[in-house]
């Protein structure tokens, strides 16, 4: 269970004109540093220190001198950089800013899933609880999970938790089986196959791009599947012009910047809403990661033993990832 002290924000606090500044003096000020997620709005994107997906955003935390860490994205986001930085301040901007994947995963119900495969060694995507990955053998990210599965003994039985779509794309990528906790992510489920199939009608030149969270049936129109940070990359490198992208539509902010002249469509939801934006990575704003900074609150505090328990399989991805 993460915790977070409530912020004190007064009624005489007053927001500068010139955020970017406020932020920068006390970045200065506390020796912070700012961690952002690809799905944060494009304000946060542009005055983090660091923007990356949840692997990269791991190493970084790992490896960071700042003492204060304000980490704008999702709670078990902010958690990690606090397994991984016990003596350091980390803030999150939104005590609220939580994850429907993990939440889908209770730690109770995961206890007992995991006791009925006795034999199994656990590997957990990190976007789930720092119970979840205390009770875990190693974490994963969707940047390395295919990764991380082939080093894996193939007699060695695995549960993966606690999505199951990456789970069944690890499991295709791969050729393993896999006894896969039934979680999911509210955004990667909206992407409708039939609205995005309409779009390619009408945009016949776009590629389209998918993170392995989505549903079957929107990854088997994909010309290329990927985390963030992958298909970050390959709209960079590609040669085509145009790209519908079926995954959370922070990450085009990036790829904009970085690929100027090409044209990218946010993948369609099911109804005509924003359901393809994360509401919790949107709870976070300039504003609210401001007043994190200026009151020292919310801050992130985990039990010494959760911690500890997590960092073991975090620290095995790590050295995992770097072979």
Not at 63 to 78: E, K, L, S
Not at 182 to 187: A, L
Not at 302 to 309: K, Q
């Amino acid at each position: 269970m993460f915790t977070t002290a409530l912020p004190q924000t007064k009624t005489t606090d007053l927001i500068p004109n010139d955020l970017f500044a406020a932020i920068d003096e006390l970045k200065r000020e506390l020796n912070a540093v700012i961690i952002a997620h690809y799905y944060q709005d494009a304000d946060i994107q542009d005055i983090a220190d660091y923007i990356g997906d949840s692997l990269g955003l791991s190493r970084q935390a790992a490896t960071t001198n700042a003492d204060v860490i304000v980490f704008a994205g999702v709670h078990f986001m902010a958690e990690t950089a606090k397994i991984l930085n016990p003596d350091k301040l980390v803030l999150l901007p939104d005590k609220e800013a939580g994850c429907s994947l993990a939440d889908s995963c209770p730690p109770e119900e995961f206890a007992a899933f995991k006791a009925r495969y006795p034999n199994h060694l656990v590997v957990s995507y990190i976007n789930c609880s720092a119970e979840i990955k205390a009770m875990s053998d190693i974490i994963c990210t969707s940047s390395n999970a295919v990764q991380i599965i082939q080093q894996i003994p193939e007699d060695q039985p695995i549960i993966f938790a606690p999505d199951r779509n990456l789970g069944r794309y690890v499991m295709e990528k791969t050729g393993r089986p896999l006894v896969l906790w039934q979680g999911s992510c509210i955004v990667h489920e909206t992407f409708s196959e039939k609205r995005m199939i309409q779009l390619k009608v009408e945009h016949p030149e776009a590629e389209i791009i998918a993170h392995p969270e989505c549903e079957p049936q929107v990854l088997r129109h994909a010309n290329y599947i990927g985390s963030t940070t992958a298909l970050l990359q390959y709209c960079q490198k590609s040669s085509s012009s145009a790209f519908i992208v079926a995954t959370e539509p922070g990450i085009i902010h990036q790829m904009q910047r970085v690929s100027p002249t090409k044209t990218f469509i946010p993948a369609p939801a099911t109804n005509n809403c924003a359901c393809n934006e994360c509401p919790y990575m949107r709870l976070n704003t300039l504003e609210k990661l401001y007043l994190a900074m200026k009151n020292r609150q919310p801050e992130i505090t985990l039990p010494e033993h959760i911690r500890v328990a997590a960092l073991r399989p975090i620290q095995r991805m790590l050295e995992m990832s770097a072979k």
